[in-house]
C-alpha cells in the first residue's frame, strides 16, 4: 500500500472495514489457541502447531495493521474527487461497444471487487485526470479501445 494519503471510495472503505472486522475475530481465536509461553511444549508436532499458529497471528496482525493505515491514510486524504477522475473516484464509461460500466479507481487490488481499477492498469491511467464528457484511448488485452466518461460519483447516491 502506498504511504501518501489516497482518497477511496465508499465502496472501498466499507469493504476495508469489514475485512478489518473479520481480521479482529480471526485474530481472536488464533490468539486464544496460543498457550502460555510458560506453558510446557509437548512433542514436536505441537512445538510446530504452536509456531504455526504464532506465523498466522503475525499475518493477521500485519493486515489489520496495512488496512488501518490505508483507512487512516483515507481520513486524511478526504472523499474522492468528483470533478477529475483521480484515486477513489467512482466512473461510470461508455465503451465504444456501446455498453457502460461503473468502475472504482484504486491504488491496488487488495480488495476482491470486480468493480475495482487499478490506477497503473491501462483504463486507470487513461482515465485519470478526465472528467464527465471526455474520451479516453487505452490498450486492452484484445487491442486498442476508447471509452467515454460518462459521469463521476456513485450513480446510487
Same mark, same amino acid.
Given at each position: 500500500? #502506498?504511504?501518501? $494519503?489516497? $482518497?477511496?471510495?465508499?465502496?472501498?472503505?466499507?469493504?476495508?472495514?469489514?475485512e478489518l472486522g473479520d481480521l /479482529? @475475530?480471526?485474530?481472536?481465536?488464533?490468539?486464544?489457541?496460543?498457550?502460555?509461553?510458560?506453558?510446557?511444549? =509437548?512433542? +514436536?508436532?505441537?512445538?510446530?502447531?504452536?509456531?504455526?499458529?504464532?506465523?498466522?497471528?503475525?499475518? *493477521?496482525?500485519?493486515?489489520?495493521?496495512?488496512?488501518? #493505515? +490505508?483507512?487512516?491514510?483515507?481520513?486524511?486524504?478526504?472523499?474522492? $474527487? #468528483?470533478? *477529475?477522475?483521480?484515486? &477513489?473516484?467512482?466512473?461510470?464509461?461508455?465503451?465504444?461497444?456501446g455498453t457502460t460500466d461503473t468502475v472504482q479507481? &484504486?491504488?491496488?487490488?487488495?480488495?476482491?471487487? +470486480?468493480?475495482?481499477?487499478? @490506477?497503473?492498469?491501462?483504463?486507470?491511467? @487513461?482515465?485519470? &485526470? /478526465?472528467?464527465?464528457?471526455? #474520451?479516453?484511448?487505452?490498450?486492452?488485452?484484445? =487491442?486498442?479501445?476508447?471509452?467515454?466518461?460518462?459521469?463521476? =460519483?456513485?450513480?446510487?447516491?
Amino acid at each position: 500500500m #502506498t504511504s501518501e $494519503p489516497a $482518497p477511496i471510495s465508499e465502496a472501498a472503505r466499507h469493504a476495508l472495514e469489514q475485512e478489518l472486522g473479520d481480521l /479482529h @475475530a480471526e485474530r481472536g481465536t488464533v490468539a486464544a489457541t496460543l498457550r502460555d509461553s510458560d506453558a510446557d511444549v =509437548g512433542d +514436536r508436532a505441537d512445538e510446530a502447531d504452536e509456531l504455526q499458529r504464532a506465523d498466522d497471528l503475525q499475518r *493477521l496482525d500485519d493486515r489489520i495493521a496495512e488496512i488501518t #493505515t +490505508r483507512l487512516r491514510q483515507a481520513d486524511l486524504a478526504g472523499p474522492p $474527487p #468528483t470533478d *477529475l477522475v483521480g484515486g &477513489g473516484s467512482t466512473v461510470t464509461v461508455r465503451f465504444a461497444d456501446g455498453t457502460t460500466d461503473t468502475v472504482q479507481i &484504486g491504488g491496488t487490488a487488495a480488495v476482491a471487487d +470486480r468493480t475495482l481499477v487499478t @490506477a497503473d492498469s491501462p483504463l486507470g491511467r @487513461a482515465l485519470l &485526470g /478526465h472528467r464527465a464528457g471526455d #474520451t479516453v484511448d487505452f490498450q486492452a488485452p484484445d =487491442g486498442p479501445q476508447s471509452a467515454v466518461v460518462v459521469s463521476l =460519483g456513485d450513480p446510487s447516491g
